[in-house]
């Protein structure tokens, strides 16, 4: 038992990484603009570029996984990954950076659908499987905080002249060990059926996620006009004639990228859905509640990010506990665990009109994250939980695409909601008013991820008797 565990260990390296680098760059944008003597169009694209190579190559990154062996994917990623961070590192300018970072999301989601797959092939047993999602929950938890801390703590040193470029160098001690423990414990699995890598197929759903991905990405500085309306129609073609294909190629038992069958598994469906609604609410939050400290409240990036992280520390948390109420209480714990965002949200609308100190802030913010710490673990939980193992790659990288696209709609939707009740000079009252109509839109996706979780059935997240 202790050596599955090392090896969950050696996964969750690979979560940290992916979920540490989403974050960490966001608190250096004014000191690489600085250096780099980036235009504010291409430091929007330097944030957006790791997002949009995650996004556009995950379900590619589980489908190799499931054909030539999950650890091995699972280490050139690494090994991606750090020469990626090495790159960005070194950046001489900001052109070498936004590719740079393109290509370490690009390694990141060759990595993030062999977790998913390894920690369901490792334990196989529910009640196992169920703890180890609670330490996946958690290392979400630390690299959400580690990510913000890092980025602003390394961008802050005076030991080098543009320490910033640390954030991305840091990567190489743990990306090291990682690749050192991966070759020596893990086990390498695969399907054993012996198909060939369908290159087209993963060259039209790369393009048509990409186009997706910059639209919605770019949309949000950009706004929503031609060009990124054009992405989004040319996106959907080429998304729709990529489906038509892959059914035909596998009515013709030819090689294929998506396997249609994952969507016969009800508990796969609900999880999808249930994980769409989720992070258009937790990203789109995150996004708002952002604006509304510092551009409404007027508080300091650092007062901000020190509230954020009591949220990170709400999720470390829960993610331990929880694990213990999912087993006896099975999915009567999540409903609870979302009515608790719910009713969460709901203080945070009156409170935050009053002259709320940071002891209540900090406080609301923590309980935010113990209602979000509750549910993350059991999304992933539900969506996989059954699958074949010759599925389960390629279902896991469908299963984190869905996610990145909704966190990137979310940001998009809820945040044009933001702006437009906010007007053109907004005060105090007006930031207040954006926000509450914001937070009335996370509470309804709130409200669908509780249906979906309802109608999930029984034996997926059984009680204890």
């Excluded at 009591?310 to 099975?330: D, E, N, P």
Aim: aromatic share 12%; with cysteine.
């Amino acid at each position: 038992m202790k050596h599955k565990y090392l090896k969950l260990l050696v996964v969750l390296f690979g979560q940290l990484l992916t979920i540490m680098d989403i974050f960490i760059i966001n608190v250096s944008i004014p000191s690489i603009q600085r250096d780099l003597h980036a235009s504010n169009g291409e430091m929007q694209f330097m944030i957006a570029a790791y997002l949009i190579g995650f996004a556009s190559f995950l379900i590619t990154g589980g489908r190799l996984g499931d054909l030539y062996g999950r650890k091995k994917i699972y280490v050139i990623g690494l090994i991606t990954f750090m020469v990626s961070s090495i790159a960005c590192g070194i950046s001489a300018g900001a052109e070498q950076l936004v590719i740079s970072r393109f290509i370490q999301g690009i390694s990141a989601a060759m990595m993030a659908p062999q977790v998913l797959s390894m920690i369901q092939i490792l334990f196989p047993v529910h009640h196992e499987r169920t703890k180890a999602m609670g330490w996946y929950g958690i290392t979400i938890g630390i690299g959400t905080i580690a990510g913000q801390f890092l980025g602003g703590y390394f961008s802050s040193l005076t030991i080098m002249e543009e320490p910033w470029r640390l954030i991305f160098l840091m990567n190489i001690p743990i990306c090291l060990p990682a690749v050192f423990l991966s070759l020596k414990l893990l086990n390498e699995s695969k399907t054993s059926a012996k198909e060939s890598f369908n290159i087209g197929g993963v060259a039209a759903l790369s393009a048509g996620l990409f186009c997706a991905t910059y639209a919605l990405t770019m949309s949000e500085h950009e706004g929503f006009h031609f060009k990124n309306a054009s992405l989004m129609f040319i996106s959907a073609g080429i998304i729709f004639g990529f489906m038509k294909n892959q059914k035909k190629r596998i009515q013709n038992e030819q090689s294929y990228l998506i396997d249609f069958e994952l969507f016969r598994y009800k508990n796969f469906n609900l999880g999808i859905v249930a994980v769409s609604f989720f992070f258009i609410m937790l990203d789109s939050y995150f996004y708002i509640l952002s604006l509304f400290f510092q551009d409404g409240l007027k508080m300091s990036p650092l007062e901000a990010g020190e509230i954020i992280v009591f949220q990170g520390l709400g999720l470390i948390l829960a993610s331990t506990v929880s694990v213990k109420l999912i087993l006896k209480y099975g999915k009567k714990a999540l409903i609870a665990g979302l009515s608790f965002i719910i009713v969460i949200l709901i203080l945070q609308l009156f409170l935050f009109r009053m002259q709320t100190g940071f002891l209540m802030f900090w406080l609301l913010l923590f309980l935010h994250g113990l209602g979000v710490g509750s549910i993350i673990p059991s999304l992933a939980n539900i969506a996989l939980s059954g699958m074949p193992e010759k599925l389960i790659g390629n279902a896991s990288g469908v299963y984190n695409t869905f996610q990145q696209i909704a966190a990137i709609i979310g940001i998009v939707a809820v945040g044009s909601v933001f702006y437009y009740f906010l007007g053109t000079k907004p005060t105090v009252q007006h930031y207040h008013h954006a926000f509450s109509v914001a937070v009335l839109i996370n509470i309804l996706c709130l409200i669908f991820v509780i249906v979906s979780v309802f109608k999930v059935p029984n034996h997926v997240l059984p009680e204890k008797r």
